[in-house]
């Protein structure tokens, strides 16, 4: 079992920069696929950033391409999602998750089976 917590989340305006954690507890950490999906008001759930079982790949929603960058720190526990040159669309709630190894990692939801609570971004014009 995984528990997952993020933080990070704010105000901020359009330009900025946020930095989101995710801090996990439970074993083999390591070893999981981990995610960054957001869902705005009166949208669905959308794919926004992933990285590999094997830490060796990621994957961007073309959406935040070039601007969010997902990395994770293992003895720390924690992943991260570095959000730079924000824009209004990008508010939403941010939520982490996490992906056993072996599975479809690449922004495939379903196989995502550990979430964390959300955490709020509000990017102002």
């Known amino acids: 079992q995984v528990q997952l917590v993020e933080s990070g989340g704010g105000l901020v305006q359009a330009g900025g920069s946020l930095r989101l954690s995710c801090a996990a507890s439970?074993?083999?950490?390591?070893?999981?696929?981990m995610a960054w999906f957001r869902q705005a008001p009166g949208k669905e759930r959308e794919f926004v950033a992933a990285l590999s079982w094997t830490g060796g790949s990621t994957s961007y929603a073309d959406s935040v391409k070039g601007r969010f960058t997902i990395s994770r720190d293992n003895a720390k526990n924690t992943v991260y999602l570095e959000m730079n040159s924000l824009k209004p669309e990008d508010t939403a709630v941010y939520y982490c998750?996490?992906?056993?190894?072996?599975?479809?990692?690449?922004?495939?939801?379903?196989?995502?089976?550990?979430w964390g609570q959300g955490t709020q971004v509000t990017v102002s014009s």
């Open positions: 998750a996490s992906a056993p190894p072996g599975s479809r990692w690449n922004g495939i939801e379903s196989e995502y089976i550990y």
């Open positions: 439970g074993r083999s950490f390591s070893w999981y696929a």
